[in-house]
């Protein structure tokens, strides 16, 4: 097809689209996906940009150098009400809205912190802290939701352990950084809670600068920030960051983890028959899921020819990750949640130079949160109708309000 034939004017769909399945994509991405590499949507401000569903079209273009994560670049996506803020504040945007050199600049710093190793060896202490929550849950009163109960705390504690935050700032953190990833809030709402979040994040690099420490932020400060390879308020938005990263998708991937748990016979059995298992499962639950509903955003800055399709300079992609992660042509039967699918090509850490830089930390949680969920309530079932359950359409991290069990 030449690059005239999607520039007919076609009725461009708008986007995000409505899910039929709560836990399916949109039917209408399958649709698309089946036509030409890539499909003109209509976004919320009106603005026009291709959207590209395919697995193998979603990872090319996250592996190409051609299109810039940077929001200010002509023609980037506004996927929400929210997005503009980084665009009006340049110097709050973390290094995953940056391209090369500065990204990997920036990145680099961080790299150590998140190899395979560290993650293994944070482990035990997920763990202790798993066994800890769940058994106060076991001995209150029935139901417990493990959305408040675990999927928040956890992960919201296993950040600030990272950080050496105190835990008296657990909640303020958690608040913070919900509203952060919540399209339902206002803009002003929004930047009021990144500035405040930004603010206690100061007073911390502030704090480990005069008294540094064994944690994250005080190896940043002796490595980086001293010598002067690093300002304090560059070190504020890589550390915003993490936190966000780190807290959110990680509840969200968690909560629905369950849900599947809880709901499918088949993935609990699988595991209690074989823990082996577990990683495997933790992979193809990650692609099941693909809790970036709304896709990544990015502008090209040179012509880029995807198959069929003639993506021009200026121009806005949304590159779909839970489309991608079900096309069949990767993974055959893609709507059927199999524990023992190779599933290890899934798309929901991204791909190439941005590819999520905590995603051994978060499957480690993910592993351990499912394990312990096992062990401490034997035979976990919902403890509400499904159709009663609350499934944050508004959050961009796809997840649950609440999840509410017995057993």
């Known amino acids: 097809m030449s690059e005239t034939a999607p520039r007919q004017r076609q009725e461009a769909s708008a986007y995000p689209m409505p899910r039929v399945s709560p836990v399916d994509p949109p039917p209408r991405l399958a649709e698309l996906r089946a036509g030409s590499a890539a499909s003109r949507v209509t976004l919320w401000d009106g603005s026009e940009v291709w959207l590209v569903t395919s697995h193998a079209g979603v990872r090319a273009l996250l592996g190409d150098r051609r299109l810039t994560a940077v929001t200010s670049a002509p023609g980037f996506p506004m996927l929400t009400r929210t997005s503009p803020l980084v665009r009006a504040n340049p110097k709050s945007a973390s290094f995953i809205r940056m391209d090369d050199p500065e990204h990997s600049r920036l990145r680099s710093m961080l790299t150590r912190d998140f190899l395979t190793r560290r993650a293994e060896a944070l482990r035990p202490a997920v763990r202790e802290l798993l066994d800890e929550t769940l058994a106060k849950l076991v001995t209150g009163e029935r139901p417990v939701d493990l959305v408040q109960g675990l999927t928040i705390p956890v992960p919201s504690r296993v950040i600030t352990l990272l950080f050496g935050a105190g835990d008296d700032r657990r909640e303020f953190i958690e608040t913070r950084s919900a509203i952060l990833i919540d399209r339902g809030y206002t803009p002003d709402q929004v930047g009021k809670a990144r500035d405040e979040l930004d603010g206690y994040l100061r007073e911390l690099v502030e704090e480990r600068l005069a008294d540094p420490g064994s944690d994250l932020i005080s190896r940043l400060v002796l490595d980086q920030v001293r010598p002067g390879h690093l300002t304090v308020e ?147 079932r919902l403890a509400v109708p499904f159709d009663e359950l609350d499934f944050r359409h508004e959050v961009s991290s796809y997840g649950l309000g609440a999840l509410p069990v017995t057993w």
């Open 234 to 380: 560059e070190v504020v938005p890589m550390c915003r960051l993490l936190l966000v990263a780190g807290h959110g998708t990680t509840t969200s991937q968690a909560s629905l983890s369950l849900l599947s748990l809880l709901t499918d016979p088949h993935l609990a059995d699988a595991l209690v028959k074989d823990a082996e298992l577990l990683p495997q499962a933790v992979d193809e639950l990650l692609r099941f899921h693909s809790i970036v509903q709304n896709g990544l955003a990015r502008a090209a800055i040179e012509d880029v020819q995807l198959d069929d399709v003639l993506i021009r300079a200026g121009e806005g992609v949304v590159l779909s990750l839970s489309a991608g992660n079900r096309d069949e042509r990767v993974f055959p039967d893609p709507d059927r949640l199999d524990p023992h699918r190779d599933a290890r090509r899934h798309l929901a850490f991204g791909h190439g130079m941005h590819q999520c830089l905590g995603q051994w930390l978060a499957r480690v949680e993910l592993e351990e949160i499912l394990a312990a969920v096992l062990r401490w309530m034997p035979g976990a």
